[in-house]
């Protein structure tokens, strides 16, 4: 999702934005910005009762709406959109660097085609920064497993622990609870899941290269 969206604003940014600049140095704040000053501001903007958020859906007619933080089922998806909006703009940095390499003569080609706006997407933009892509995909995939300032300041990995992922749950296991062995095997374990990602990433990129070579 953090991909998808860092991509759809780096494409209009690219296109249709005259201040493309400007907009790169708005979008990119929140990036270069303190974890927990970001997060103070999203625990206040998802406070239940006086938050803006839940201030905003009463106006439209929620009567009961959710707790977000505090609530179970909504704890984990307010931390992952709290992420996504504050990563996106690394992405959409990365995305536009790459679009910088695709030919123009290669659009104009296929305008003289006939090709519209999707097939152009699909025949040249994806398949010319899928090393980009490929690139994003496994720092996206590291850096969810290293996602716990958020969590150890706004959840503490609760409400009950629905936002425990793995890293906080080895953090909690090894220096909560002391259970170091079962740390040191979580940990076993989140090497292996790394490596395997990594693995699968440079066979996709190698084969990519091959295939374009």
Not at 115 to 125: F, G, P
Not at 134 to 152: N, P, T
Not at 182 to 205: A, D, E, M, N, Q
Request: hydrophobic share 50%; glycine share 6%; aromatic share 20%.
């Amino acid at each position: 999702m953090l991909l998808v969206f860092g991509f759809i604003l780096a494409v209009l940014i690219d296109r249709y934005c005259f201040a493309k600049k400007l907009f790169k140095l708005v979008y990119f704040l929140p990036y270069i910005s303190s974890i927990i000053a970001v997060a103070s501001v999203w625990r206040f903007l998802f406070y239940p009762s006086l938050g803006p958020v839940n201030e905003i859906l009463r106006a439209l007619g929620v009567l009961n709406p959710p707790k977000w933080l505090a609530d179970m089922h909504w704890a984990l998806p307010s931390l992952a959109f709290m992420y996504i909006w504050q990563n996106m703009s690394y992405d959409m940095i990365i995305f536009l660097a790459g679009l910088q390499i695709v030919p123009r003569e290669l659009y104009e080609a296929a305008d003289i085609d006939g090709a519209n706006a999707v097939q152009k997407m699909r025949s040249i933009t994806i398949p010319m920064i899928t090393p980009t892509l490929f690139f994003l995909l496994i720092a996206e995939i590291m850096a969810s497993f290293r996602l716990f300032d958020q969590i150890q300041y706004l959840t503490e990995g609760g409400p009950g622990n629905s936002t425990s992922v793995l890293v906080y749950y080895l953090y909690k296991v090894s220096f909560k609870y002391y259970r170091f062995g079962y740390g040191y095997t979580i940990s076993l374990v989140l090497f292996v899941l790394i490596f395997v990602i990594t693995y699968f990433y440079w066979k996709g990129r190698n084969r990519w290269v091959q295939s374009y070579s």
